[in-house]
C-alpha cells in the first residue's frame, strides 16, 4: 500500500511511517525542509520535498500519483502565527483533498483536533483560531466523495504507546500517547475501519482495532 503523509516530518508521522514500513507498505513522506530528509529515511519512508503553503493543486497530485491514500498529519505548530494556522491546518488539509481527488486517491485519513467544533467565532486568540481551522478543513473534507476518516484526538503526548484507546463522537476530554495516534492511523489504513465516520479519540481499555471495529 502508498501512502503519502503530509506533514511528514512530524511526530505523529514518524511514528507512523516506521509503523507502514515495519509493515511492508511504501509510506511516502512530504516534508517543507530538505534537512529533515535525513529522519524521514531513518523510519524506511522516501521524503519528498513541498511546501504546501506554495504548492498548486497540480503539483500534489503528482506526488499522490497511484497513491492508495493520503494523511494529513501537517500543523503549523506551537508557536505559529494565527496567518499559519491557516494557511497549515486549513488550507493545506484542503489542498491536499483537492489534489487526492484530482489524482484519484480513494482513502484519505485527516489527524485533527478535539473540540475542533467548538472553537468560539468571536475570539482572536490563537488556539481558538487554530480550532476553527481544523473545524473548517474538516467540513471541507467530510463534504468529499472520499472514503475519508477524520480523527480527533485528545491532548498528545509523548509517552510510551499502550494500544489502548477509547474512541467515539464527543467525549469527555482526555490525552492520548502520539504512538497509540500513529497506531490507529495505521490500523484504519490497513482495515479500511471508520469509512467516513469522525470520531474523538483519547486513551482508554479498548484495544485500537477493537474500537475502531465499534465505530462502524
Partial sequence: MRVVIAGGHGQIALILERLLADAGHDPIAVIRNPDHRADVDATG?????????????????????????????????????????????RDAAILLADAAEAAGVPRFVVISAMSADRFDPVSDDVFQLYLRAKSEADASVRSRDLDWTIVRPGGLTSDAGTGLVRAGSALEPGRIPRADVAETIATLLETGAASR?????????????????ALA
Fill in 45 to 89: 519512508a522516501a521524503a519528498v520535498v513541498l511546501d504546501l503553503e506554495a504548492a498548486s493543486v497540480e503539483e500534489v497530485a503528482q506526488v499522490l500519483k497511484n497513491a492508495d491514500a493520503a494523511v494529513f498529519a501537517a500543523g503549523a505548530g506551537p508557536g505559529s502565527t494565527a496567518e499559519r494556522k491557516f494557511t497549515v491546518d
Fill in 197 to 213: 465516520t469522525q470520531f474523538d479519540l483519547v486513551s482508554g481499555d479498548d484495544p485500537i482495532a477493537d474500537a475502531l471495529a
